[in-house]
DNA sequence: ACCTGAACACCGTTCAAGT
DNA sequence: ACCTGAACACCGTTCAAGT
């Protein structure tokens, strides 16, 4: 009991780690509108000038951000497997990563080719799109839908709701479903046919499979060197 | 000359399309930070709360954004063509109209079941996957991806940037461009080796057509009855 | 019906100053 | 090196009041 304590944690020094895992975790729990510099100093117990020694702006805390939770990607070996295998390990993976944290993935988005994990990412996924002869520019491109295939199955999962109680989310959804069902059936048969799955995906994992499915076949497709007739 | 006059335009009263035409101009000028209530309220020589009449809050507002950017969406006539034609055809007509408005695509993509133009988009495009074998549940799935990649399409468009001069995109291209390849060239060969696309877009038509079909082939590959062995 | 005035509770950021 | 105080120029929104 030297010193002294503040709220309920020990007071220790600010650094920039602290920051990103105290934003992190804010946004996981309150929504990223909650990350502010002002509050992040509050819960810190600090100024908000403070966080200006350690971050040029909020932007690039948003980058550090970023490249913490990249960190956490873990690339398999290469491997002689055949490439839309080494694909979909390498976006099963980026997705594993992005789901526990869903409410900075947009962040990550705009951000892979800021940091060194988010390099080694895409230095790996040009590979394997090389690999099954994409050009450097094909490969680019490609890269880049992946990235954001990924980030969109996790940020536009129906019924999603970071940061908001179980209570309120199923209040919200039940309000939306409503007002799916709520439309002409002659005019929307499809629609209100489909009020369940656009507001609620019942079944997460065919959620996310579909998702990496029609990328990868995506890519099958529009592969170099296919019969390519429709 | 009776009356008094606004600035350089006839002040005219406020209304609705009004407020949402100067709102998506704005955004296309200046980007949609640009676009605050004070400053929507200020362009149209008012007070910010005169807008509150209009619109309950700001994201109504973007409502009406999403809803009058639709609007400008014509569906083709119905057709006995295949499946993968009509959702061509109906993912390019959104294509286009997205790309007439990046700045506020964004807004589209959150948006479409909220208003009437969204939601014949959506019937048309759920009928079109239906038809190809989909079930409810796939289809909405789907749809929501179809809306997302052509979104990503028009947004992440590399080189774009909107709100920024000609010679402000040039620079901010160049300097990208340029920390991309000062990488290491042992580590990261095959990203320097895509710097070029990864910050300028070379070959729009190219850039759009690999990104449809890119998302036609994947739901083609995924079509329940495929041969699906990989 | 349509708009204003004043006020509230926030933002990010700069700059000079403290230790 | 690391943090504070005070201030600036913004936000969205509410509420009572005006015409």
């Known amino acids: 009991m030297a010193r002294k304590r ?4 020990v007071k220790e020094r600010l650094t920039r780690e602290r920051i990103v895992d ?12 909650a ?19 350690h971050f040029k702006d909020k932007d690039r805390l948003f980058d550090g ?17 055949p490439w839309p295998e080494q694909l979909r390990v390498l976006l099963s993976e980026l997705l594993a990563v992005l789901r526990a944290h869903p409410a900075v993935a947009d962040l990550v988005k705009t951000r892979v ?20 002869g994409f050009t450097a520019e094909q490969s680019a491109q490609l890269s880049g839908h992946a990235l954001q295939t990924i980030v969109a199955l996790v940020t536009q999962e129906p019924g999603l709701m970071v940061g908001e109680d179980p209570a309120a989310r ?12 709520a439309l002409s059936p002659e005019r929307y048969p499809l629609t209100v046919a ?32 296919q019969s390519d007739q429709r």
């Not at 990350?35 to 020694?53: E, F, H, K, N, S």
């Not at 199923?170 to 069902?181: P, T």
Request: charged content about 25%; glycine content about 8%; hydrophobic content about 40%.
């Open 65 to 81: 951000i970023a490249e913490k939770v990249l960190s956490d990607v873990t690339l398999p070996p290469e491997s002689d497997d």
């Open 6 to 9: 503040a709220e309920t944690a």
């Open 22 to 33: 105290c934003a992190i975790t804010l946004a996981g729990t309150e929504g990223l509108e």
């Open 113 to 132: 080719l800021l940091s060194e994990p988010g390099l080694q990412l895409a230095e790996r996924t040009l590979g394997v799109l090389r690999s099954a």
């Open 35 to 53: 990350v502010t510099i002002r509050r992040l100093a509050q819960d810190q117990g600090v100024t908000p000038m403070a966080l200006y020694w």
């Open 170 to 181: 199923e209040e919200h959804i039940r309000l939306k479903r409503a007002s799916l069902q």
């Open 194 to 225: 489909s009020a369940d799955a656009f507001t609620d995906c019942g079944n997460e994992p065919a959620y996310f499979e579909l998702g990496l499915d029609l990328f990868i076949e995506g890519v099958r497709g529009v592969q170099p060197g």
